[in-house]
């Protein structure tokens, strides 16, 4: 069984390095693309993760979206030919989707925000993976199978969170004073379909908040080279009180030795509430299931106005030592469903080619 896995985004990499791991503990082969954006090369060369490159991304433009959509699916499309491939996994990738379904190779695709601009795509995929927390109206009401989601206990952060081991020497690399108070910023995604500018308001805002206060040190994780440098713009003079990592850094690690995480994306939230550190969001798109889950629980806190950021409890966070909670071994279980996807269709296949060969005899 040759299985492929496509990483076409940041959170990608984290969440399917254990998945990969397993799979190839297993005997299984597997074989990695990925899209040449952002940080994902760099996060997956981190992970130690072997790869084909193929690629990129084109800009928050719809039309251009569009364009890089098919590009790349016809990108993948040829490089997947040929491979014999038993099964496509990845974490709504659009892009393998399409080019799976023209091959006519078993897909698994992996989603925990319901609005989703690519949605369409699980109508097409053999098979949609989703939180349990997220309801079935979600996909119904798109028209998508309900006999085709699988829902699986806790979130797809706790896949790898739960293999995290702390590491104080990131602090050290970084020249981050301990005894200050740290706080992690992630801006919000501005070349995202679902991007609302009152995010960078309240980034603006939260920058404000956090420099006004001398014993804050401010770690940004900018997600772009151009994002970078309108930061270090605007913040120069306060560059002794903010750390900008120069390269590809782990994230679980630089969040579990903060005293609070701000982002304006999903996933660092969700790793952030994973981990039990404070956590608040300048989201300011749709509000997905798996938030609306965290907030009632009180594991995260929304920012939706300027006047909320004093709201922020800017305090130091008592240490503690990292204890993961306890899941229903969630990457054995997906793994599971990965397999149980590439068997089903090869024995489908076996059923369609013996009964193709009963007709024939029979004539």
Same mark, same amino acid.
């Given at each position: 069984m040759r299985i492929w896995v496509d990483l076409c985004h940041i959170p990608h990499v984290p969440f399917f390095v254990p998945q990969i791991r397993e799979l190839n503990r297993l005997g299984y082969e597997t074989i990695i693309t990925v899209r040449d954006s952002f940080q994902i090369c760099e996060l997956s060369d981190l992970a130690g993760v072997k790869y084909h490159k193929i690629g990129r991304h084109y800009g928050k433009r719809t039309l251009m979206k569009g364009v890089g959509l098919l590009i790349r699916a016809m990108q993948l499309y040829w &490089? =997947? !030919?040929? !491979?014999? &491939?038993?099964i496509a996994v990845s974490h709504t990738s659009p892009f393998q989707i399409l080019a799976a379904s023209l091959l006519g190779i078993p897909c698994i695709t992996f989603t925990d925000y319901e609005h989703s601009s690519m949605a369409i795509f699980y109508k097409i995929a053999t098979r949609v993976a989703t939180p349990e927390c997220i309801p079935d109206e979600a996909f119904g009401s798109k028209g998508v199978a309900l006999n085709k989601v699988i829902k699986y206990p806790g979130l797809k952060e706790d896949v790898y969170v739960e293999e995290f081991e702390p590491n104080r020497a990131l602090l050290d690399e970084l020249q981050i004073d301990p005894h200050t108070i740290v706080v992690t910023i992630r801006p919000a995604a501005t070349e995202a379909h679902y991007h609302n500018p009152e995010s960078e308001q309240l980034f603006s805002a939260v920058m404000d908040y956090l420099l006004e206060k001398g014993d804050v040190t401010v770690v940004i994780l900018p997600r772009t080279l151009k994002e970078r440098g309108e930061i270090q713009s605007v913040y120069g003079s306060h560059a002794d009180r903010i750390v900008i990592p120069q390269r590809a850094i782990s994230g679980l690690n630089l969040m579990w030795h903060s005293d609070l995480v701000i982002s304006g994306g999903g996933t660092m939230n /969700?790793? =952030? #509430? =994973?981990? $039990? *550190?404070? *956590?608040?969001?300048? &989201? /300011? $798109?749709?509000? $997905? #299931?798996v938030d609306r889950f965290l907030t009632t629980t009180g594991r995260l806190h929304f920012i939706e106005t300027p006047s909320d950021v004093h709201k922020i409890k800017v305090e130091k966070r008592k240490p503690g030592t990292f204890h993961p909670s306890p899941k229903q071994n969630l990457k054995s279980f997906l793994v599971k469903e990965i397999i149980s996807t590439a068997s089903d269709n090869a024995n489908t296949d076996k059923k369609c080619c013996k009964e193709m060969s009963c007709f024939h005899i029979d004539r």
């Open positions: &490089f =997947a !030919r040929k !491979r014999n &491939f038993s /969700r790793e =952030a #509430a =994973a981990l $039990g *550190v404070p *956590v608040y969001s300048i &989201f /300011r $798109g749709p509000i $997905g #299931a």
